[in-house]
């Protein structure tokens, strides 16, 4: 599971890294789940105000597999707005995994 929370003007997902260890163990503490991410990006793009960004048409993301858990990391995702590409900036806030999403830029 997920939690969204607004943090100033940018929104922040918070997985449930116990969840997610279950599943694949050994995972806790080391590199981000690429897929979670990817699905957790969608969510917070698609997902209305304040919880999201409020956009409608958001495909493709894509993220770089292996990104490890450490506070202050940063990498960008690639994804289509409303058919044109675009990118988002990920920024890993702690060691639990959560991180912040940035608007959609070209």
Do not use: M
């Amino acid at each position: 599971g997920f939690y969204v929370l607004l943090v100033g003007s940018k929104v922040v997902l918070a997985a449930i890294v116990a969840l997610t260890a279950f599943v694949v163990p050994g995972w806790a503490g080391k590199n981000l789940n690429q897929t979670a991410v990817q699905d957790g990006i969608t969510k917070i793009l698609t997902g209305a105000e304040p919880e999201g960004y409020g956009i409608k048409d958001v495909k493709d993301v894509q993220c770089p597999d292996g990104q490890k858990v450490e506070s202050g990391a940063t990498f960008t995702c690639s994804l289509k707005v409303n058919g044109e590409n675009k990118h988002v900036t990920v920024t890993i806030k702690d060691s639990s995994g959560t991180y912040e999403v940035s608007r959609p830029t070209n």
